[in-house]
């Protein structure tokens, strides 16, 4: 045996650098890319000794150092004394995906995906507990132990509400949830088992990423284009390996905008289908009727689920979502949330029902949909000719920066002007390097002129010249 055989016998990952074109060492930081990606190399490995890998490999140890250097530079690998160099590990130090605004701060925020303040909230609400005090029977529903899916009146109030905003889902369907995150989690709890694989857009929901990491799940990023994750993409990564499920927020992609057509959703329920896939579809960044495709349930109901909260609509404070799954995964589910808190909250279920029925949420949710066209005219038009992409009624929008711009330092320099932005990091599945991105709340003002003084400040840091990092002495 060579030394070349030996090598190859002794490497513990061994990418197959004979078809790639271009410079070796840029070839292998992209082999390493995509097997991360995959998690053929999973968050801890380590890599090959440099020296192993370039005899296995043929090629000189220089250019192993170079890829190993340059995959460091992208974040893909960390090297360290006396433990060689390892795949980043997810449980990094990430930044915290979601920041509660600090009192005082009269900075303006344009990172939080919250419904856009107003005083009609406090008002509406007080309106629904009194309502709920005069009802001896919502008291006694409150005060009473719920089945697992919650309350059936509730249940049935809440479909007949979604109905009015075009989804049509049934009480026997629909599990209460204490909002959107919990959904999320109880879905991957009940359904997937720690090790097994699901699937996302490459950049996604920060709290979906949170959940898979919690559970000791394999979560991998599919790639993207204008309309959200591509079909073939995630057949081949279906054909590497089994994805028990898929997640996806089908209407705006939640950061980066991007929404699918009719086409394209049935592309995916295909996908899924070939690969006896569940589909979770995440539909927190609620739309109106008008501006919603066909939800994935209605494609394929024998395999996706929907998620609903009251958030973006009412208030992130009130806790109150729901889970549409279908029949055959209920009593998993059903299970899982018993074992975690018997059910939902019977008082919470009881004021957002009262709230959403009584007429005054729709008028709220009219005039937020209105300030939100606004807002993103706003943006389009502030920010042209940078590559922006968003939805008309969407919470946020996805800014892509111009060449030789770099996002962490973007946002630094955004904080010093006094505006609160969040870098692409934190909605990076797994060990992918982050685009340079951000992403752009339009909700968080509390006015149009708010948020436009916001986007002038961003617009002036985007029209300066990026500072000249400082001479290395
Ligand atoms: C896509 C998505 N899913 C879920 C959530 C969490 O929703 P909730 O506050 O109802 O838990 C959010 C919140 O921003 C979200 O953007």
């Known amino acids: 045996m060579n030394v070349q055989q030996r090598a190859r016998e002794r490497c513990q990952w061994l990418p197959d650098l004979e078809q790639a074109s271009g410079p070796r060492y840029k070839a292998l930081v992209e082999l390493m ?32 150092t170079r890829a190993y250097r340059e995959a460091e530079r992208r974040g893909l690998v960390e090297a360290r004394v006396g433990s060689g160099t390892r795949v980043r590990s997810q449980t990094d130090n990430r930044p915290h995906f979601h920041h509660l605004t600090r009192a005082g701060d009269d900075s303006i925020d344009l990172s939080l995906s919250i419904p856009i303040p107003t005083f009609r909230r406090e008002q509406q609400l007080a309106l629904s507990l009194q309502q709920i005090a005069t009802q001896p029977q919502a008291i006694n529903t409150a005060l009473s132990y719920q089945p697992e899916q919650g309350c059936l009146d509730q249940r049935q109030q809440l479909c007949r509400w979604l109905e009015t905003q075009g989804l049509a889902l049934s009480p026997e369907e629909l599990i209460l949830t204490e909002g959107g995150q919990h959904a999320d989690f109880l879905a991957l709890q009940a359904l997937i088992k720690p090790g097994e694989a699901v699937a996302s857009a490459a950049l996604t929901y920060p709290g979906m990423i949170a959940a898979a990491r919690q559970l000791g799940l394999k979560h991998l990023g599919v790639g993207t284009d204008a309309e959200g994750i591509r079909p073939d993409l995630l057949e081949r990564l279906c054909q590497q390996q089994r994805i028990r499920l898929l997640y996806l927020m089908p209407e705006y992609n939640n950061p980066t905008g991007h929404s699918m057509s009719e086409a394209r959703r049935q592309a995916i329920v295909e996908v899924a289908r070939r690969h006896d896939m569940l589909l979770l579809e995440d539909g927190v960044q609620f739309v109106p009727p008008q501006a919603r495709g066909t939800p994935m349930h209605e494609l394929a109901p024998e395999r996706a689920m929907y998620i609903f909260s009251v958030s973006k609509l009412l208030a992130g404070g009130l806790r109150f979502g729901a889970l549409r799954a279908p029949a055959n995964l209920l009593p998993q589910l059903r299970a899982a949330l018993r074992a975690q808190c018997w059910s939902s909250p019977a008082l919470m279920g009881a004021v957002t029902c009262q709230w959403l029925t009584s007429g005054e949420a729709d008028e709220l949710l009219a005039w937020q949909w209105d300030e939100i066209r606004h807002r993103q005219a706003l943006v389009r038009e502030l920010l042209a000719p940078y590559e922006v992409s968003a939805h008309a009624c969407g919470f946020h929008a996805w800014l892509r920066l111009p060449e030789g711009r770099r996002a962490a330092e973007f946002v630094q320099l955004a904080d010093t002007q006094g505006v609160t932005l969040i870098a692409a990091e934190p909605f990076c599945v797994g060990s992918q390097p982050a685009p340079q991105a951000v992403r752009l709340c339009v909700t968080p003002p509390p006015t149009r002129e708010a948020l436009a003084e916001g986007l002038k400040r961003v617009r002036r840091l985007l029209d300066d010249e990026p500072p000249v990092p400082a001479p290395l002495l």
Not at 39 to 57: H, I, K, S
């Open 33 to 64: 890319a995509a097997d991360i990606a995959l998690g053929v190399l999973e968050p801890g490995a380590r890599l090959p000794p440099q020296r192993l890998l370039a005899d296995a490999l043929g090629v000189t140890v220089g250019t192993i």
